[in-house]
């Protein structure tokens, strides 16, 4: 499955380490920041359920026997839920992250952890069946090599499931600009603080105060917890592309559906190698 040797984690043992991937940068550490220390998941499960096959339109088996790689995984948001459906789950995750992904899953047995680059996978042609990136691929230095990656390590015939920020998000690129140079404790305290406000104002004219949050081009949640996590996860990566106008040129032979913004399903032509992702069918 994997095309070249893996390295143990030194302090974490169930997790592999990719030798190609790069040293920690101010890149990566955004992310481990938000799912070890201000994780607003736990007790969100259903939302996240939503979130996969709601917002992808997939049948409850579709992921049932398969082989699946979640690039991006983080503490495992996705991955907890759907590990005890396929029959081999990869998580792969570039930050540290993958430290919070729980063992005590029903499944565990069959999911493989590594911390590698999703613009280099360690994965080898074609040994998946489904991969998925959820809110990933804007966040990366070199997006659309991360797109020939996802291609490339799912089988003729697989599924790519992409999420990425609709362009309704575009604004919120400037204010990313300003909060991707502070240090990520001094980040999260004025995002929880203005999220704070924001809630505040809201209990006493919802109307104004969700004005006030979308001139942010933040959604607001239900959850204070939840809304501070994805308000941070929005704004302190150092990249913040807006990729969805680019995933709408996909060559015609990958079947690409879009039922929602910014939610993509691309179905890989069922013949061998990688043909072209972009430009006319190929004759």
């Excluded at 070890?36 to 499960?45: P, S």
């Excluded at 995984?73 to 992250?97: F, P």
């Excluded at 499944?107 to 990933?136: H, K, M, Q, Y």
């Excluded at 003729?156 to 600009?177: E, M, S, T």
């Amino acid at each position: 499955m994997f095309k070249r040797p893996l390295s143990p984690h030194p302090a974490t043992p169930h997790i592999l380490v990719d030798p190609a991937l790069p040293s920690e940068t101010e890149y990566t550490s955004s992310f481990g920041f938000e799912w070890t220390k201000i994780d607003g998941f736990v007790g969100k499960e259903t939302m996240s359920h939503g979130h996969l096959y709601g917002r992808f339109q997939l049948p409850a088996d579709f992921l049932r026997g398969k082989v699946v790689a979640d690039i991006g995984c983080g503490n495992g948001r996705i991955g907890r839920l759907i590990v005890r459906d396929c029959q081999k789950y990869v998580g792969l995750d570039m930050s540290d992250s993958l430290t919070a992904f729980p063992t005590y899953i029903e499944g565990f047995e069959n999911v493989t952890l590594v911390r590698a680059s999703a613009t280099d996978l360690p994965l080898e042609d074609g040994s998946v069946d489904v991969a998925i990136c959820w809110g990933v691929m804007h966040h990366t230095d070199r997006p659309e090599k991360t797109l020939d990656e996802l291609i490339r390590i799912v089988k003729p015939g697989g599924h790519v499931l992409i999420y990425v920020y609709p362009p309704a998000f575009d604004g919120r690129r400037n204010f990313n600009q300003l909060i991707r140079e502070l240090p990520h404790d001094v980040t999260f305290k004025l995002v929880e603080s203005t999220s704070d406000e924001v809630d505040a104002w809201c209990e006493v004219d919802d109307f104004y105060g969700n004005i006030v949050a979308q001139q942010l081009y933040m959604s607001r949640k239900q959850s204070r917890e939840w809304q501070i996590f994805q308000w941070f996860d929005g704004i302190s990566p150092r990249f913040h592309w807006s990729l969805a106008p680019m995933l709408t040129k996909i060559r015609p032979d990958y079947q690409s559906r879009n039922p929602m913004d910014g939610i993509f399903i691309f179905s890989k032509p069922a013949r061998k190698g990688n043909p072209p992702i972009f430009g006319g069918t190929e004759k």
